[in-house]
C-alpha cells in the first residue's frame, strides 16, 4: 500500500521543482487526470518528494508546482526513515465520516500562515499508485486532513479558501504579504 517510490527525506539546497505561491493562476486550475502512469509520473514523484521534504512539508499537490495533473504525494512522518510516503495518482474521496473536526493547516503555497480548518475526522479514498494498480485508504485525523487538503489542490481549491474567521485570515495573509482578493471562499 505505501510508496516504493523513496528518496531520502532531507532537505536540499536546491530542490528539482519550484512550489508557486498563492495568487498564481497554476494553483486555481483543476488538474487532469492522469491516465498512464510510467517512469515520467514516477519521476515526477521523486522531484515531488525531494521538494516537499526541502520545504518541511508534509504534503504536496503537483498543481503546487505548475503541473496540471492529478497527483498527490503525501508524509504525515518526514522525520521517520522508515516510514514511506504515500503517492496517490487521480485520488477520488469516496467516504467522509459525519465527525468533523477543527485542526490548524499550513500550505507550502502560502508560507508562514497557518489558520483554523473544519475537516472530517475520517475518510476512504480511492487512487492509483506509482505503478498504476488501483487502491484505496481509510484515514484518520492528520492523515486524512493532509489528503483532503492536497485533494482540495486538484480542484483548485486552497486552504485559505475553507477558513471561516474572516478577521484572522485577512490579518494572517496581510502579515506575510499575501492578498485576501485571491481567496476564493468555498461552501460545501
Do not use: W
Amino acid at each position: 500500500m505505501t510508496a516504493t517510490i523513496q528518496v531520502e527525506k532531507k532537505k536540499l539546497k536546491n530542490p528539482p521543482l519550484e512550489i508557486h505561491t498563492l495568487g498564481d493562476r497554476v494553483l486555481r486550475q483543476p488538474a487532469k487526470r492522469i491516465a498512464k502512469v510510467d517512469d515520467e509520473i514516477r519521476q515526477l514523484v521523486r522531484d515531488m518528494l525531494q521538494t516537499m521534504y526541502s520545504s518541511d512539508g508534509i504534503g504536496l499537490a503537483a498543481p503546487q508546482v505548475a503541473v496540471n495533473k492529478q497527483l498527490i504525494v503525501v508524509d504525515v512522518e518526514p522525520d521517520n526513515p522508515d516510514k514511506p510516503p504515500l503517492v496517490l495518482i487521480n485520488p477520488k474521496v469516496t467516504r467522509v465520516s459525519k465527525q468533523i473536526s477543527t485542526g490548524q493547516e499550513g500550505c507550502l503555497s502560502i508560507p508562514g500562515v497557518y489558520l483554523d480548518v473544519v475537516r472530517p475526522d475520517a475518510i476512504e479514498v480511492s487512487f492509483k499508485d506509482e505503478h498504476g494498480r488501483p487502491q484505496k485508504i481509510q484515514a484518520t485525523d492528520l492523515l486524512a486532513r493532509c489528503i483532503l487538503h492536497e485533494i482540495d489542490h486538484l480542484n483548485g481549491v486552497m486552504f485559505v479558501d475553507r477558513v471561516t474567521n474572516q478577521i484572522a485570515l485577512t490579518q494572517e495573509l496581510q502579515k506575510h504579504g499575501f492578498s485576501g482578493k485571491d481567496v476564493k471562499a468555498v461552501e460545501d
